[in-house]
């Protein structure tokens, strides 16, 4: 077998070192930890008496970190022209000096208390140094030109793990004054959408209990018309009740925390199809509820959506003889998609890109009466969930509305 020369092994050794130290600066988070990691990998790279780990800071250069045999100037700020580091940074090129009293660039004074013999410099980032790093020996010898390579190799992956930090460090601040922005705004609707519901619901309560005062005390000089005024302020005034509650939900709805367990839909679609039957006793409406599939969801969110799909359905099919309202569900995958189906009004595909948005309607008051929030509270629950919110419609023969969920998630993950 052929011996291999020492610097050859020198060589191989210092690229094993390179290869450890680039691993860990690959992990490293902050500006102290690339010194630590690159100090000591330095040191080793050439196996050097000491290595230094210097910063730019405008016109000085700050010696930030050390790993050396004997204090060197670890804290200490000199002027960029009154040091080798300086000069590294100035000319953008390393510097190698085998006997430091022979060189016009060291300041020999400062050296002098030193253990220091030879030294070489690099600069951290050659295009424009932010730094340098500096390996000295405490004899006279002449650093090879492999050593001063995998110095300066050392050097480039330095700065480019700066860089990285600095980029990662001002990503990680932008994301957080967003969501401080974020949190500030919602904070800010929350608590405007909770005055103004406040402020709007105590007269409107007023006025709701003083008709109903009225009505219960039968007096003769109110006659029929007044009779029929009173009943037309009595219902805008519950719609306006029903649209301030619509809106809190709207606002609630996309700040509050999921709370998801797994939900029977069966049960609960079954009690909205009953308590639709008893608040319009007058219409027959055919509810035909296959099998729906149980869903990992926050009850009280998916109670809106059901609520509100059902409710549609039963409105816009008041003007069909025989409205028929059939829900049911299958699975697609990870998904169970549930969907529902009515025979009534439809509604025209041309303007399906409002559909869900907040306060768009696709109907005119006079026809059938709402504020246009109830789908875009059922996409914004959904799409928290996970799901996506589809429909199909023709005028005149009726519309489905499908929404998907994932069957299954990690409730520990929440
Ligand atoms: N089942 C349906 N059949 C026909 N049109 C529908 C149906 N569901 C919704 N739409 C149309 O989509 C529009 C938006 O529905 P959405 O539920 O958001 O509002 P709304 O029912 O008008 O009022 P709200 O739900 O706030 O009381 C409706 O105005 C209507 O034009
Ligand atoms: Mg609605």
């Known amino acids: 077998m052929l011996a291999q020369a020492p610097h050859t092994i020198a060589y191989t050794s210092g690229m094993e070192v390179l290869v450890d130290t680039v691993q ?52 200490h700020r000199f002027p960029l022209t009154t040091c080798v ?5 100035m000319n953008k090129k390393a510097v190698v000096i085998p006997d430091i009293y022979k060189d016009e660039r060291v300041p020999v004074e400062a050296y002098r208390p030193t253990f220091v013999k030879t030294m070489v410099m690099v600069p951290i980032r050659q295009m424009d140094p932010i730094g340098a790093i500096g390996n000295y020996w405490a004899y006279h010898h002449t650093p090879t030109p492999e050593q001063v390579r995998l110095l300066q190799s050392l050097a480039d992956i330095t700065a480019v793990t700066v860089e990285n930090i600095e980029m990662y460090n001002a990503l990680e601040r932008r994301v957080a004054e967003r969501t401080a922005e974020l949190q500030a705004v919602n904070k800010d609707l929350e608590a405007f959408s909770y005055s103004v519901s406040h402020d709007l619901r105590s007269p409107l309560r007023s006025i709701i209990g003083f008709i109903e005062l009225i009505r219960s005390e039968p007096d003769e000089n109110i006659n029929t018309r007044s009779n029929q005024m009173m009943t037309k302020v009595m219902q805008n005034a519950m719609n306006m009740h029903q649209t301030i509650d619509d ?21 609960m679609v079954t009690q909205i199809c009953d308590s639709c039957c008893e608040a319009e006793p007058a219409r027959k409406i055919d509810f035909r509820i296959g099998t729906l599939s149980d869903a990992p969801v926050d009850s009280i969110a998916m109670e809106h959506v059901w609520n509100n799909l059902i409710l549609n359905a039963v409105k816009y099919s008041r003007k069909t003889e025989n409205a028929v ?19 009534g009004a439809g509604f025209d595909m041309t303007y399906y890109d409002q559909l869900f948005e907040a306060f768009k309607r696709l109907h005119s008051g006079r026809d059938y009466e709402g504020s246009g929030i109830g789908l875009s509270i059922v996409h914004k629950i959904v799409t928290r969930h996970g799901g996506e919110v589809w429909a199909e419609s023709e005028v005149g023969h009726g519309s489905t509305f499908y929404f998907s969920l994932p069957a299954s998630v990690h409730l520990e993950d929440q």
């Open 24 to 75: 860990q600066l690959s992990m490293a988070r902050s500006i102290e930890r690339v010194m630590e990691i690159v100090r000591s990998g330095a040191r080793k790279l050439t196996g050097a008496d000491g290595a230094t780990f210097v910063l730019k800071e405008g016109e000085y250069c700050y010696y930030a970190d050390e790993d050396a045999i004997e204090p060197l100037w670890k804290g």
């Open 85 to 89: 580091s300086g000069w590294s940074m």
């Open 247 to 267: 809106l809190m939900a709207f606002f609630t709805m996309g700040t509050k925390a999921l709370v998801r367990r797994m939900t029977s839909m069966q049960d």
């Open 325 to 343: 309202i059939e829900i049911g569900s299958e699975t697609d995958g990870d998904m169970v998609i549930y969907h529902v189906r009515d025979n």
